[in-house]
Nanobody, 123 residues
Framework: QVQLVESGGGLVQAGDSLRLSCAASGRTFSSYGMGWFRQAPGKEREFVAAISWSGGITYYVDSVKGRFTISRDNAKNTVYLQMNSLKPEDTAVYYC????????????????WGQGTQVTVSS
């Protein structure tokens, strides 16, 4: 019912910024909790950020607090991840995901996933 397509990844230097976008299709996008996850080489997929359907509640993993901001524009069926002060340890494939039950922060609670977009941060 929901299809997700990420964009905005790329190669940047430490300290730079990127904004990832996730375009969603589906009639009930606004009712889904949305999240961003990432997976670095040799590591499990980890939670990065999540946002409620209203945009009023957000969660972040400690390592990105103060640097990353998740937001959504339901009118445009799009969720964003603004990433500032990027560090080499942020290098990963970033995935957008949608949870039909609302705000979630475990990967197994998400119903739909995008294909991922690569973010590489050099020193």
């Amino acid at each position: 019912q929901v299809q997700l397509v990420e964009s905005g990844g790329g190669l940047v230097q430490a300290g730079d910024s990127l904004r990832l976008s996730c375009a969603a299709s589906g009639r009930t996008f606004s009712s889904y909790g949305m999240g961003w996850f990432r997976q670095a080489p040799g590591k499990e997929r980890e939670f990065v950020a999540a946002i409620s359907w209203s945009g009023g509640i957000t969660y972040y993993v400690d390592s990105v607090k103060g640097r990353f901001t998740i937001s959504r524009d339901n009118a445009k069926n799009t969720v964003y991840l603004q990433m500032n002060s990027l560090k080499p340890e942020d290098t990963a494939v970033y995935y957008c995901a949608a949870a039909s039950l609302g705000l979630r922060y475990h990967s197994y609670d998400y119903d739909y996933w995008g294909q991922g977009t690569q973010v590489t941060v050099s020193s």
